[in-house]
């Protein structure tokens, strides 16, 4: 099983949908998780982290389920503007330290 | 705030010719650093990291280097560039721990 999984997509979608990502990770000692954006030749922007307890920012919710291991964004009223790569980032120590790992990430295309 | 600046944008390099890409980072003091690679519709890989002046570990064996005389600065060097070398190279920062990373815009290397 790969550290970080992502379903690669692309999910196409129309204006106004309501779209949802999942990333499953192997860690169990994983203890930080993010959400990044990536556009086109850009550099990935973190988006959000994802607490425990889940939690919402505007149309974009994040919830994390350590049961499971797995991580979810939704996005809610998806805009043209939406259209990017969405990357999920597990933070997990171990022996060696720090490790952060990134999901290969999940493609989004909004279309009118 | 914090900041990251990382050039140049784009660089075509012959193959066999060197390489240096500099990365500072202004508004913190004792940042952990990243290098980091894409490839083409590929995820990121990360090359090397630091934790203080002088302290590179590296992730992968390859044909680069990094070094970091100073605490904000960060550098990627190759004696002799691989067309293997060629991506989109980004330099990254956080504060430590279970932190975030915040990317600079990246350097698109192309070896001819």
């Known amino acids: ?112 | 705030s914090q900041t990251i600046h990382q050039w140049p944008a784009t660089l075509v390099q012959p193959v066999g010719s060197p390489l240096s890409l500099e990365c500072t980072v202004e508004g913190t003091s004792n940042p952990n650093l990243y290098w980091y690679r894409q490839a083409a519709g590929r995820g990121l890989q990360l090359l090397f990291y630091s934790v203080g002046i002088g302290q590179i570990s590296s992730e992968v064996p390859q044909n680069l280097s990094a070094s970091r005389p100073q605490d904000r600065q960060f550098i990627l060097s190759s004696k002799k560039l691989l067309l293997s070398d060629s991506g989109f190279y980004l330099c990254a920062w956080n504060s430590g721990g279970n932190q975030p990373q915040h990317f600079g815009d990246g350097t698109r290397l192309s070896i001819l």
């Open chain 1, 1 to 112: 099983r790969k550290e970080v999984e992502q379903d690669p997509g692309p999910f196409n979608v129309p204006e106004g949908a309501t779209v949802a990502f999942n990333c499953t990770y192997s860690n169990s000692a994983s203890q930080s998780f993010f959400w990044y954006r990536q556009d086109c030749r850009k550099e990935p922007k973190l988006l959000m982290s994802v607490y425990s307890s889940g939690n919402e920012d505007g149309r974009f919710t994040a919830q994390l389920n350590r049961a499971s291991q797995y991580i979810s964004l939704l996005i809610r009223d998806s805009k043209l503007s939406d259209s990017a790569t969405y990357l999920c980032v597990v933070i997990a120590f171990n022996q060696a330290g720090t490790a952060l790992i990134f999901g290969k990430g999940t493609t989004l295309s909004v279309s009118s």
